[in-house]
């Protein structure tokens, strides 16, 4: 079983946010609903102003505070890949694990539109589902929170289970450059032009995203919060970040 | 108003309450059903849980509290709550019933919520067992009032009551973990927080059902001046939770403590503590214990004192956004829809109708 | 594992459970039971069809990327790159993938319409009613027809903008040709980036845009033209980047100068925040630093006959001592010009810091290759030839023109002959016709208007107007909408409104609410479509839309809708279009020119051209090094070229070499000095110009392109606009740019409603505080403010900037100065 991981390099990252419009559209996701996101930060003085950014895709965290969060299992982790995933079959729109969620990587989509008109009353849903636009994506599987949602329900980045879980057995990673694994690649990965995102196994030694985490020193975002994603960036230089001391000191 | 002013079989605060349910529980479910949840103020972007929320909060936590003073007065043998244990248990169901309503109406599906969470066991969150709580709680309420509230029989109903009061204490503190457990919301993480709701829960429970023993007459006012003494001392603990949490909130660097800043900065704030005040100073003596315009007040300046202090606590803990970087820029702005203040507005008149219709028919003094 | 985990653990699932109940049976069944109570549950819907993948090119920018079209079941849903595209590679911009919502844009034209409503207006309802293709075909023919009988065909125009082919936009100049108008086709380059072409032209002979090798550079140097922010082909820059900064060995470096933070500035090494209008005076201080510290490239440029560098501050140097190998003027340039220019004097121009500018000057003179990049927002403003040139010497200073890792220029397609040759069928009114003694209605190339310019685009709509040269009778317009693209549009109204206007549109756009005929086209997924490449590698390289599905609605390929009419024209010349065909018949006819020249993924005819999407060759032809000029052998940059052939094919000067001292500008010095007033001594040096600026506010105004739109085609997608504007959080609202101080000063409030004043109008947007904007300068992106367009692009604020833009023209290159215009800003 693998247990998917994401590098995302952001000495590369241009903050062009191909990798957000390529999972809403890869996904069908509706304006202001970025599964993926890029965020932007600034601050200093004219004229010597910083801005920052970087990719934020769901942390699928080995810890997930989202799963403990949740009263109905409608979230939770599978061990085959380890997704965190949702069942909308299951889910009851209580929001907890928006709430419980530190990397805010979770939509509800039964508010006010982002961008009006609203979209969705350009392309009304049937069959219980929110929207139905001509440009759908096919795949559909609702115990995993893939296509397009019913009303009521959260939704969040699902690594593009519908493409990497069809992927052959025991490939180290999944590479858009490969042509094995193209089709299998995430979305956000593939589309991303200075190539800053990988997508491998984190569990097998020889995957690239593990070479990448160890060589460039990779850091998990709010390690503090212990929830350890599996998204790691690479920032360069000897380390910016602070570790979580759970995995500097194992007891 | 004494007991002889009630009309027999049906009276003013039931026709009060079910008019009240009618016209906003219309406009309620006629706006989500055209509109859904988008008659509601709150996004994805930082505010996820809004008015209603806070609403089913605060009558639920109540509810619990008002348990818990039917169980002391009971099953512990607090003697000061004995007398009120009837009503108490009656306000706790009609409570429950209201905050009920609240959660069934926000939730984007109510009707699943209510057999996927006992099927499903996810008995890492702290919700599932919340639920079970309230379950065992709504049903050992409900036992009560038809068995010993209805029947108006002379007993003690020691063993129902006793697993009533560790349902709804079980059931505060499972509540209260889902907001502490979250490490990357200082404003709400703690340990504290569980021992402070559970606090809070007692005075709401307790001061609603001083109020409505106030309201059903002097036989029962005599009762609640002695219960009364209660409220002074919960009150300066609940003060000073309060200021405990401003005064690590304020001087803390902490991302995320910021919000202090405009909770303190805020006028609602400093109605809840002088409300809070005043309450202490009208329930101080045994003078103005008996005094039923005295108490009266004062139990509605602590209720209202303890529904700003729930706001305050569920929206205060998320107006710094959480990782949306320039998307959601400075503090969240939330102010309530209009939907939202139905909403809430319903759940209060449900919880006063269900709460008018015992009042009227069953024997709640004693 | 520790007790604790393991009771939280989740190790019971339901079904377990109910298993290992003894009651399982009854909660089975109750769970059953209450199962029909709920909403019914959500079953997995099975993808039946299969998907298709066709090749096709993205829209949303010039760089044409290559894509690969999902389709399933009859539904587009997934725009990817094309692994095997050389700009591409398989990978997107943030445009690439919304493509799919600009073919499903709910408020397209639908099919051929005509206006019912005589009056013209931005609050008038057309009230457009479908006609037949037949009958807009003749609506149009008839007009055609009628003026050239009566000896005004001039009076036809045809305008565009993104042409893309010779299928679409080359069909043009052929049917101005045989119809006899000077007014087929007028292009939009002035309102593009012609100053940077002219400057080019002027200095190297070169009339286009650089064609670049990156992936050999080891340090950039950006005035403007956002890398990471829109500069073309946008998505290979990117990937280019990722190279460059990420895996390249040494690392490349970066130094970008703007007049706002963005993520190109972010991402460099070093950002400078540039008054506007001066990054000539900037080039200027480091072609200084260059000359005194003695960092030129001598094998390139020359150096003195004993090697002592003179050039020293203040003095001059006799030419004399001075040997130039491709260079031509240097020394008089520093005498005239150059010699004064120091970095303090620049920093006082430019407000940058003195050292800053000397540290980018010393790593760009000593790192090789170097190149300096540039277009418009160092270009459109008075001074704008003179900034791009003194820039594009500092190529010249370093040695980097046609050097590997350095600048080129694209090499044309060996495309087919059209089967049928136009000059048959000219007749006489063609060949002789009244139509000749007029000029261009823009007066491009005439002495009272715009001489050396390409096009003047935004003097069409204000000439007509004004009946100088003479008023229009009909224009059309191919992906072209100046009312809105023009600088002070309003003017355009004015003017459509007394034209026949005929739009080729799919959009709603504001040109086309002044349409009196709509003939929609295709949107591009469901074009069969050429598309030679923009300036990428210089490598000849040409490609393909394939349309992934049948059109949507009754819509018709511009080109075939050209040919159309033309076959409708009377005289030879409907006979040339009835042998022509259509449009595919184009395509095949030019993809018969790979038979002789297959390109190196196999492509040599029409069939694998639509297989594989594109047509390429590399290598490209030419290198310079060490001062050497070599042509690719087929095996080596090995064939040393002689200086007839540089000049010819490369350096296509009259000297044949880098004229720093241009011979064309002083060809036409008598012109220009009479016109601009300019002093013959100088003006064709790059010299240092101090910026007009109309408008008479007291701030300047910026409008650059943003990721998210580029070329203006995001306006009605949703989720285009949801991402739009990622620094400052701009998406349902997009903010205006503005400093504290400046804002304070002005009593504006962070998020207050503000107006953007100028001479010429007046806009309102909201704006919102930012340290890393000039206290002298506003910013906003020039997507939003449509009236027109669609649902979700109508009515957005911040309004449109060239409502506010004073249209004022480069009188050498013809250059719309877009940034030139001084605003004022209040509280709204």
New interface residues.
């Given amino acids: 079983m693998a247990k998917w991981g994401m590098v995302i390099d952001l000495d590369k990252c241009t903050g062009c946010q191909a990798c957000t419009t390529a999972c809403a559209m890869e996904n069908t996701r509706l304006p202001g609903e970025n599964w993926q996101d890029v965020l932007f930060y600034h601050e200093g003085k004219y004229p010597n102003v910083s801005v920052k950014w970087f990719p934020r895709p769901c942390m699928h965290c080995e810890n997930p505070s989202c799963v403990s969060a949740c009263p109905t299992r409608a979230t939770y982790k599978d061990p085959n890949g380890g997704y965190v995933l949702i069942d909308w079959n299951k889910c009851i729109g209580c929001k907890a694990c928006m709430v419980a969620c530190p990397y805010g990587v979770r939509f509800y989509v039964d508010e006010k539109p982002l961008v009006r008109p609203d979209v969705r009353s350009a392309f009304p849903g049937k069959g219980g589902r929110t929207w139905d636009p001509p440009y759908r994506a096919p795949q559909d599987d609702p115990s995993r929170g893939i296509g397009i949602q019913p009303n009521g329900v959260v939704s969040k980045c699902t690594f593009c289970y519908h493409k990497t879980s069809t992927a052959p057995k025991g490939v180290a990673d999944l590479d858009e450059d490969d042509p094995r694994t193209k089709e299998h690649t995430p979305a956000c990965v593939r589309v991303c032009p200075p190539k800053a995102r990988y997508f491998g196994d984190l569990d097998n030694p020889a995957s690239k995203v593990n070479k990448l985490i160890a060589d460039k020193r990779g850091v998990r975002l709010l390690d503090h919060t212990g929830n350890k994603p599996q998204v790691y960036y690479l920032a360069g230089g000897a380390g910016p970040a602070v570790p979580s001391s759970r995995e500097t000191h194992k007891a | 108003m004494s007991a002889e002013t009630l009309p027999r079989g049906g009276n003013a605060g039931f026709a009060i309450g079910v008019v009240g349910v009618l016209i906003t529980g219309a406009w309620v479910i006629w706006q989500l059903m055209t509109q ?3 008659a ?5 972007d930082g505010l ?2 809004g008015l209603p929320i806070v609403a089913y909060d605060f009558l639920l936590m109540s509810a619990c509290g008002a348990a818990i003073v039917a169980a002391l007065g009971i099953a512990v043998g607090v003697r000061d709550f004995e007398p009120l244990a009837r009503r108490a248990t009656w306000v706790a169901l009609a409570l429950m019933i209201g905050a009920a309503a609240a959660l069934l109406l926000e ?7 209510l ?3 006992p ?10 067992w919340k ?1 079970l709580s309230i379950v065992v709680l709504g049903i050992t309420l409900l036992a009560l009032a038809a068995n010993w509230l209805a029947k108006g029989e002379e007993s003690r109903p020691k063993t129902a009551l006793t697993v009533a009061g560790i349902a709804a204490t079980f059931a505060v503190l499972t509540g209260a973990l ?1 907001y502490a ?5 200082p404003f709400w993480h703690s340990g504290e927080v569980p021992l402070m709701m559970l606090l809070e829960a007692v005075l709401g429970g307790l001061a609603f059902t001083l109020l409505a023993a106030r309201a059903a007459g002097d036989r029962d006012g005599q009762s609640s001046a002695h219960a009364a003494r209660w409220v002074a001392p919960l009150v300066v603990l609940t003060l000073l939770f309060l200021a405990f949490r401003a005064v690590v909130g304020l001087a803390s660097n902490l991302d995320g403590l910021q919000v202090w800043n405009k909770v303190v900065g805020s006028a609602a704030f400093w109605v809840e503590i002088v409300f809070l005040l005043l309450a202490l100073w009208l329930t101080a003596t045994a003078a103005k214990r008996a005094s039923d315009g005295m108490q009266t007040l004062a139990m509605i300046l602590v209720i209202v004192a303890l529904a700003i202090g729930k706001y305050e606590f569920v929206i205060a803990g ?1 107006l710094v ?9 400075g503090l969240i702005q939330y102010a309530p829809s209009a939907t939202e203040w139905a909403l809430a507005a319903l759940s209060v008149f449900l919880a006063y109708a269900v709460y008018a219709f015992g009042a009227s028919r069953f024997r709640l003094a004693g | 594992m520790g007790i604790v985990e393991s009771i939280f653990e989740s190790r019971l699932t339901r079904r377990r459970f109910l298993q290992a109940t003894a009651a399982s049976g009854a909660a089975a069944a109750a769970g059953g039971g209450l199962k029909t109570l709920a909403p019914a549950e959500l079953k997995a819907q099975p993808v039946t069809g299969q998907t298709k993948i066709t090749k096709n090119i993205c829209h949303q920018c010039p760089a044409r990327c290559g894509i690969d079209v999902y389709t399933t079941d009859g539904r587009v849903h997934a725009i990817y790159g094309s692994t095997e595209h050389p700009i591409s590679n398989g990978k997107l911009c943030p445009k690439g993938p919304l493509g799919i919502y600009v073919l499903y844009d709910p408020d397209r034209f639908k099919g051929p319409m005509k206006r019912t409503n005589p009056k013209k207006g931005r609050n008038e309802d057309p009230k457009f009613v479908p006609i037949s293709w037949d009958e807009a075909l003749n609506t149009v023919a008839a007009r055609l027809n009628a003026l050239r009988d009566k000896g005004e065909s001039h009076r036809f125009c045809l305008v565009y903008g993104r042409g893309w082919g010779a299928s679409c936009a080359g069909l043009q100049g052929t049917f101005g040709k045989l119809y006899g108008s000077p007014n087929v086709a007028i292009g939009h380059s002035s309102m593009c980036s012609d100053g940077s072409i002219k400057a080019r032209q002027f200095t190297d002979g070169n009339g286009g845009y650089n064609a670049h090798d990156y992936r050999n550079c080891n340090y950039l140097l950006f005035f403007g033209a956002s890398f990471l922010d829109a500069f073309r082909p946008y998505n290979n820059n990117m990937q280019i980047w990722g190279y460059l900064r990420g895996e390249k060995s040494p690392k490349t470096r970066v130094t970008a100068v703007d007049v706002h933070m963005n993520t190109t500035l972010a991402a460099s090494d070093r950002a400078l925040l540039i008054k506007p209008g001066t990054d000539g005076a900037l080039a200027l201080a480091i072609a200084h630093v260059i000359l005194t510290e003695g960092l030129w490239e001598k094998s390139f440029v020359g150096d003195f006959k004993d090697g002592v560098n003179r050039f020293k501050t203040g003095q001059t140097v006799d030419p004399k001592d001075f040997d130039e190998k491709w260079v031509k003027g240097l020394v008089e340039w520093w005498n005239i010009e150059l010699k004064d220019r120091t970095p303090a004097w620049a920093a006082g121009v430019t407000t940058l810091y003195e050292r800053d500018i000397v540290a980018t000057a010393r790593e760009f003179g000593t790192t090789r290759p170097a190149m300096a990049i540039f277009e418009r927002g160092a270009h459109a403003h008075s001074n704008g030839v003179y900034n791009a040139m003194a820039i594009h010497t500092l190529n010249a200073l370093v040695g980097s023109l046609f050097a590997k890792g350095g600048l080129m220029y694209q090499m044309g397609v060996p495309y087919g002959p059209l089967p049928v040759k136009a000059d048959d069928y000219m007749d006489e009114y063609a060949k002789n016709g009244p139509w000749k003694q007029y000029p261009r209605i823009d007066l491009k190339g005439h002495p009272d208007g715009y001489l050396l310019a390409n096009n003047m685009l935004q003097e069409v709509g204000p000439n007509s107007l004004a009946g100088k040269p003479y008023k229009l009778d009909t224009i059309m317009f191919y992906q072209s909408n100046p009312i809105w693209t023009a600088p002070n549009g309003q003017v355009w109204e004015k003017a459509l409104a007394e034209l026949f206007v005929i739009t080729t549109d799919p959009f709603p756009s504001e040109t086309a609410m002044f349409a009196d005929v709509i003939l929609p086209d295709h949107t591009y997924l469901e074009r069969l479509q050429d598309a030679p490449t923009y300036p990428f590698e210089g490598w000849p390289l040409t490609q393909l839309r394939v349309p992934a599905i049948k059109p949507l609605y009754d819509t018709k390929y511009f080109g075939d809708t050209l040919i159309e009419i033309g076959k409708r024209i009377k005289g030879p010349m409907g006979e040339y279009y009835k042998a022509l065909g259509n449009s595919e018949n184009v395509i095949r006819a030019l993809a018969k020119g790979f038979e002789s020249a297959p390109g190196d993924n196999g492509v040599k005819d029409f069939e694998s051209w639509k297989e594989k999407g594109v047509w390429y060759r590399k290598p490209y032809l030419w290198q310079q090094r060490n001062g050497e000029f070599y042509e690719w052998d087929g095996k080596a940059y090995a064939k040393k070229m002689t200086a007839e052939e540089v000049k010819a094919k490369l350096l296509k000067t009259p000297s044949g070499k880098f004229e720093i001292r241009s011979g064309l500008l002083e060809a036409n010095a008598d012109w220009i000095a009479a016109k601009t007033g300019r002093d013959k001594a100088k003006l064709m040096f790059p010299i240092w110009e101090e910026p007009k600026h109309p408008g008479g506010g007291d701030l300047y105004m910026s409008t650059p392109k943003l990721a998210l739109h580029a070329e203006g085609r995001g306006a009605n997608l949703p989720m285009a606009i949801a991402l739009f504007q990622p620094i400052l959080g701009g998406r349902d609202r997009v903010w205006i740019e503005i400093h504290p101080e400046t804002a304070r000063k002005r009593g504006i409030a962070d998020g207050d409603r503000v107006r953007v004043k100028s001479s010429v109008g007046a806009i309102e947007g909201y704006c919102r505080y930012f340290e890393g904007t000039r206290p002298d300068t506003i910013v906003f992106p020039m997507e939003h403010g449509h009236w027109a367009m669609g649902r979700w692009a109508k009515g957005r604020s911040p309004g449109h900037s060239g409502e506010v833009t004073v249209n004022f023209s480069d009188r050498i290159t013809g250059q719309c100065c877009y940034y030139t215009t001084k605003v004022s800003i209040e509280k709204a």
Wanted: cysteine-free.
């Fill in positions: 859904g949840h988008v509601f103020n709150m996004s994805s996820m849980w939730l984007g599906h109510p009707v699943r919520s057999y996927t969470i099927l499903n066991l996810q008995v890492k969150s702290p919700l599932f639920y889902l457990t979250l490490a990357m919301r998320q956004p959480l990782f949306k970087g320039s998307w959601a820029y």
